[in-house]
């Protein structure tokens, strides 16, 4: 596969200049005008952030793309999918709250918010995969794929599962459903929590296997003879009494997220915005970010998800680390930022196995603005 133009600016300012003129300047280079976007739905994937995070994206970003997609005719909407572990995002409702109380309201970015998978995360389509190794189908919210246009807007960072948190995991676990989120974490079943289970059987019905039923303590149990791991019970627990275990390895999560990228990128128009600053060391979806690892680096833009990722990480690997930072109290012995502060992870395998599955390119041919 041949190198993939990425584009990018930094975040400096001159008077008169704004980093969102920056960032209208730099999708129009970047060439998303050449999607035909008329009277299309417009899904922008962006993260929300957990109430009490600050380090996600300012919806002063989001706005900026909402407009160059409305300039082009466009019908946009700002989405992501409900979380798999309990939080403040859990189902629509929540999820909503959370991303207004961030300040992504109609009023501030001009267009709606859609939380993709439902009220409680079940709202999902099932989408054959070809050429893969872990999946035949992904279950990915419904409403990003009933898009006819899928733009994603990433906070690039650091990921204490991953290595790094960039457009492919914004892509692939964002949009898994939570059924999806639990088949790319999970190498098991789920099973009940007693001491959170009220014995109500609410979730009962759901279960199309009838693989859940109530033992001799009124507390609910999992047949895991009789469960396909579909994690449909997860969403529909009223009580958060249905969990799972994250007992996938590593290097198979990160395949695991590129191929449900590709499920969400496939037959579809797609364009990709990441914004590399403050990047913190672990995901937005703590609800709480630790201090920058690396200074505020730019944005960068791009069709190709896997070309531009690998960008980012090359651009956050040549700053000086903050020392003032996590990265104070990590040795390098050699190693690259990712690796110096989650020595666990392996970010290659989630690049190798994006290019292996065809979602793009590591070679990049980068164009600075």
Request: glycine share 10%; hydrophobic share 40%; with cysteine.
């Amino acid at each position: 596969m041949s190198a993939s133009k990425v584009y990018f600016t930094d975040m400096r300012c001159k008077t008169g200049t704004s980093l969102l003129r920056k960032l209208e300047k730099l999708i129009a280079s970047a060439g998303m005008e050449r999607i035909d976007m008329q009277d299309k739905f417009v899904a922008i994937k962006l993260h929300f952030g957990e109430p009490g995070n600050l380090s996600f994206l300012r919806p002063n970003f989001a706005k900026t793309v909402v407009d160059a997609v409305r300039k082009q005719g466009g019908k946009p909407f700002l989405t992501d999918c409900n979380t798999l572990y309990v939080g403040r995002r859990k189902d629509a409702l929540e999820h909503i709250e959370a991303a207004y109380e961030n300040g992504f309201t109609p009023l501030s970015t001009g267009c709606q918010v859609i939380i993709a998978d439902g009220l409680k995360g079940t709202d999902d389509v099932e989408v054959p995969l070809e050429g893969c190794t872990y999946f035949s189908s992904a279950r990915i919210g419904r409403a990003i794929m009933d898009a006819d246009v899928f733009v994603s807007l990433t906070h690039f960072k650091g990921h204490e599962l991953t290595g790094f948190g960039g457009a492919i995991k914004n892509i692939g676990m964002g949009c898994g459903s939570r059924a999806g989120k639990m088949a790319m974490h999970s190498d098991g079943k789920p099973r009940v929590s007693a001491a959170k289970c009220r014995s109500c059987g609410s979730f009962m019905r759901f279960c199309a296997q009838s693989a859940i039923a109530f033992g001799e303590d009124r507390k609910a149990f999992i047949n895991h003879d009789l469960c396909v791991g579909c994690g449909r019970c997860i969403g529909t627990c009223n009580f958060d009494a249905i969990v799972n275990d994250y007992d996938a390895n590593n290097n198979i999560l990160n395949c695991r997220m590129a191929e449900y990228a590709k499920a969400v990128l496939d037959g579809k128009p797609h364009f990709h915005v990441s914004v590399v600053n403050q990047v913190s060391p672990f995901c937005d979806c703590h609800g709480e970010n630790d201090a920058a690892v690396v200074p505020d680096i730019g944005m960068f833009a791009s069709f190709d998800p896997v070309a531009l990722d690998k960008a980012c990480i090359d651009a956050v690997n040549a700053a000086p680390a903050i020392s003032a930072s996590i990265m104070g109290e990590r040795r390098h012995d050699g190693c690259d930022h990712f690796t110096a502060i989650h020595p666990a992870t392996d970010w290659r395998s989630q690049i190798d196995h994006a290019v292996r599955i065809g979602l793009g390119s590591a070679d990049y041919e980068l164009v600075t603005l």
